[in-house]
């Protein structure tokens, strides 16, 4: 478990390389900033910025391959965790989606700032957005399971392996989905909180249809 900032930068320097590293100094300095003109992340989580919200997103890379296929994040909002994912995967494809304006801004900026060409900022509602497969899906406070399957399974192509960062109610949200469904799906113990678990699985084509 990780319990305190030097073991969540370590554990994501395990990660990644020395630039990314750099890259992720950049974005935690910005959002610390930027936090102060609009509420990106909740004010007390910046002291512990690496456990809560680097390394709680750097985990999810531990659940997928290192594969190259597109990694789509939905609701992204500061670029949780999918700004981060495409930080420590630069070569990897990676849609950020989110629809508030100034989180677009933001996004947008950090890209440039960040050199990311392979980072596509989508600035749209998930509901239009054109449907492409996907290799992940990944949502950290995007709507509850049973509506993000809902409007997530048109991007998925059977094989997609969904990484759902779920805090506390991991477990519950998981039993609210149909039983075909369910099976396809576990709940995994974060790395950053005790209480919090991630929902990962594969929605097979079979379970697609029924959701």
Not at 150 to 177: C, H, I, N, W
Request: aromatic share 4%.
């Amino acid at each position: 478990m990780i319990t305190s900032e030097e073991q969540a930068r370590d554990f994501v320097a395990g990660l990644c390389d020395a630039e990314a590293l750099d890259r992720l100094d950049v974005f935690v300095a910005a959002l610390k900033e930027e936090n102060t003109r609009q509420n990106l992340v909740a004010k007390p989580t910046l002291d512990i910025v690496w456990q809560r919200h680097i390394a709680d997103s750097a985990q999810l890379l531990t659940y997928v391959s290192r594969e190259t296929g597109v990694w789509l994040d939905l609701g992204t909002g500061a670029g949780l965790p999918g700004l981060i994912i495409a930080i420590m995967r630069p070569k990897r494809p990676v849609m950020l989606v989110e629809s508030r304006k100034r989180r677009i801004e933001w996004l947008e900026r950090m890209r440039t700032e960040l050199a990311l060409p392979k980072c596509d900022i989508v600035g749209s509602r998930l509901e239009l957005v054109e449907t492409v497969p996907v290799s992940v899906i990944s949502a950290r406070a995007f709507a509850p399971l049973p509506k993000l399957i809902d409007l997530s399974a048109r991007f998925s192509t059977g094989e997609t392996t969904y990484v759902l960062p779920k805090g506390r109610s991991a477990a519950q949200e998981l039993q609210s989905l149909p039983k075909k469904v369910r099976k396809m799906f576990h709940v995994e113990q974060s790395l950053t909180d005790n209480d919090a678990g991630i929902i990962v699985g594969t929605l097979g084509k079979g379970a697609r249809k029924s959701t």
